[in-house]
């Protein structure tokens, strides 16, 4: 286990954390005045490998090597400049820190961390971190990588085996209760498609339609059919033969011989993509996702009161679903998509530079 102090004087910053991967949906804004969750679960940290945060620069400014050299193949609204390897933890693990009244970015209904770091350490005084909590965005703190040091302080636990994930069965519920932030009216919250299946989605689009070499995509039915078959069926042509795509991972049958496109999981402690054998394209999803798409439960589990057994789940009533037709994350759809190379193929720039189209007739 690691402890994050500061740069400037060494003073311990963080509690004691365990590093896991980067989840999908980190930068995912959602909706409009909704309140999401925490980001990390407390005792953990992720590294963003990427540059991220102010300053920014337009597309207009930057010279098309200089994006490629940092894996970008196509426009973007703007480029940050800031420096790779930001530390991401929950809020509730950060320790010996103050707010910077001054960069109070944001304020819609929090911070959102535009002015730059907004937390200083409390025995210096050096800015270390970003505090996250405005509306429609994951609440975190961000540790700025050049401002604090990490240290070991325990051995760390080794990372679980697929097995073990296996066993361990946490996936991740496909809908989910959203609520707003308060309004004069009082609780406002409805049923939803979850924020993390959406980003999932975006990120496992953009690298469905570059398996799909401009052909039809063909996916088992089910949840899986349901989230991304809309998608590609509108994105793609309908003539050319479809490629096959299916599930794969651990602890399934050798059901993929003869597929074009295998769906597998990203381990979630440290982000390796499940491996295999053959000429297939890999799609990466959040594991907990893969999960529930392999080993959908029935319908989601609503709290039993009285003297109903620990195992039983109450059929009446059945939690409702989302009242809209799944849609994937856009953002997250574009920032996958332009870090792939082959999307200086007409077709795919095509699909890129309608997004906004795409948006508005709610494939997105």
Avoid at 146 to 173: F, H, Q
Avoid at 273 to 294: E, K, Q, R
Avoid at 342 to 356: G, K, Q, Y
Wanted: net charge negative; glycine share 10%.
């Amino acid at each position: 286990m690691f402890v994050f102090v500061c740069a400037g004087c060494d003073a311990r910053l963080t509690t004691p954390l365990s590093q896991v991967a980067l989840p999908i949906h980190a930068h995912q804004k959602h909706g409009n005045g909704i309140q999401l969750p925490v980001l990390m679960e407390s005792g953990t940290f992720a590294v963003d490998p990427e540059h991220w945060g102010p300053p920014w620069r337009a597309w207009e400014d930057i010279d098309p090597d200089e994006a490629a050299a940092r894996g970008i193949y196509a426009p973007v609204h703007a480029l940050s400049d800031g420096a790779p390897g930001a530390v991401v933890i929950a809020p509730g693990d950060a320790r010996g820190t103050l707010l910077i009244p001054e960069r109070g970015g944001g304020f819609c209904c929090g911070l959102d961390g535009s002015d730059g770091l907004n937390m200083a350490c409390a025995s210096c005084g050096l800015p270390v971190a970003s505090r996250i909590d405005d509306c429609s965005l994951w609440q975190a703190v961000w540790l700025a990588p050049n401002a604090v040091r990490r240290l070991l302080v325990d051995a760390d636990v080794a990372p679980l085996s697929w097995g073990e994930l296996t066993a361990e069965g946490k996936g991740t519920p496909p809908f989910e209760p959203i609520t707003r932030w308060g309004s004069w009216r009082g609780l406002n919250h409805w049923w939803s498609w979850s924020p993390q299946w959406e980003a999932a989605a975006g990120r496992a689009l953009a690298h469905l339609l570059v398996a799909s070499e401009g052909r039809p995509v063909t996916l088992p039915d089910g949840l899986t059919k349901e989230v991304f078959q809309r998608g590609l069926d509108a994105l793609l042509p309908a003539g050319p033969p479809a490629r096959r795509a299916v599930l794969a991972g651990p602890g399934l049958s050798a059901s993929d011989a003869d597929a074009d496109i295998l769906l597998v999981p990203d381990h979630p402690q440290t982000g390796e993509t499940w491996t295999h054998f053959g000429p297939a394209y890999s799609v990466p999803l959040p594991y907990g996702v893969w999960l529930w798409l392999v080993s959908p439960e029935p319908y989601l589990p609503v709290p039993a009161s009285g003297g109903m057994p620990h195992d039983i789940l109450r059929d009446n009533p059945i939690p409702p679903r989302p009242s809209y037709l799944f849609r994937a994350d856009p953002e997250t759809f574009r920032h996958t998509l332009v870090r792939q190379p082959a999307v200086s193929s007409p077709w795919l720039r095509e699909i890129l530079e309608n997004l906004t189209q795409h948006m508005r007739a709610r494939l997105f």
